[in-house]
């Protein structure tokens, strides 16, 4: 069984562009979460989807961020107009219910 | 609103040496779970353990170890003969765990980052 992935690895793009991130869950997994970590601090909520349904948004998702999980499996975050500030390591996690969750390698976002 | 303080920032050990890192946590919930998680430099989290709010019970994996004390809301981690593979980010992290098996982000600490040297 292979773990969660994500897709690209790395981005960099210039301010003002929209940028889309993969995440494909470890199969069966309902639950699928997304996470942000900048230099020196640890990843912070920012979604969450139980199967196909977005249950929960944090209040640090602002508007130009959105996310999709189409069919329940895999999960799309972009944002849109990308600001400095954006850059990070953005991280998926899924899990069964309320089990432990299994996080993938992350995509880190350069924003000129 | 839920917090996990990690106090220590780094901490540098000799290969074989016994290391405990330090995890504080608040809550207003009365189930909750607490985490620990490893962060090579490849950046990959890894899961360690889950403990239930319920189970104060002490654990033991090989060389790693696990002291919850709920009186003190803490969770520490101790590494026995550390070795340099050890060498890490460690952060410790808690979820809400409700009966009705609803939403459970992580909230995290702001990690440790433990080298070990040879």
């Known amino acids: 069984d292979t773990g969660v992935s994500q897709d690209p690895r790395h981005k960099i793009t210039k301010r003002g562009q929209n940028v889309t991130f993969r995440c494909d869950p470890i199969s069966e997994h309902n639950r699928l979460y997304w996470y942000r970590q900048t230099l020196g601090q640890g990843p912070e909520f920012l979604t969450y989807?139980?199967?196909?349904?977005?249950?929960?948004k944090s209040r640090l998702l602002s508007d130009r961020f959105s996310a999709e999980r189409p069919k329940g499996s895999f999960s799309t975050l972009e944002i849109q107009r990308t600001e400095q500030g954006d850059s990070a390591m953005y991280l998926c996690?899924?899990?069964?219910?309320?089990?432990?969750?299994?996080f993938g390698p992350g995509t880190r976002l350069t924003v000129l | 609103a839920q917090k996990v303080t990690q106090a220590q920032t780094e901490i540098s050990v000799v290969e074989k040496e016994d290391v405990t890192l330090d995890c504080v946590y608040e809550?207003?919930?009365?189930?909750?779970?607490l985490f620990w998680y490893k962060q090579p430099p490849s950046g990959e989290l890894v899961f360690l353990i889950r403990r239930n709010s319920f189970d104060e019970q002490n654990e033991i994996s090989g060389r790693y170890s696990w002291n919850f004390q709920k009186s003190t809301s803490s969770f520490n981690f101790t590494i026995t003969a550390s070795q340099v593979v050890d060498s890490a980010v460690y952060f410790c992290?808690?979820?809400?765990?409700?009966?009705?098996?609803?939403?459970?982000?992580?909230?995290f600490g702001k990690g440790i980052t433990l080298s070990v040297r040879p």
């Open positions: 992290a808690l979820s809400e765990a409700p009966p009705t098996g609803a939403n459970s982000k992580l909230t």
């Open positions: 989807f139980q199967n196909e349904a977005q249950l929960e």
């Open positions: 809550t207003r919930d009365t189930t909750y779970y």
């Open positions: 996690a899924s899990s069964e219910q309320q089990d432990e969750q299994f």
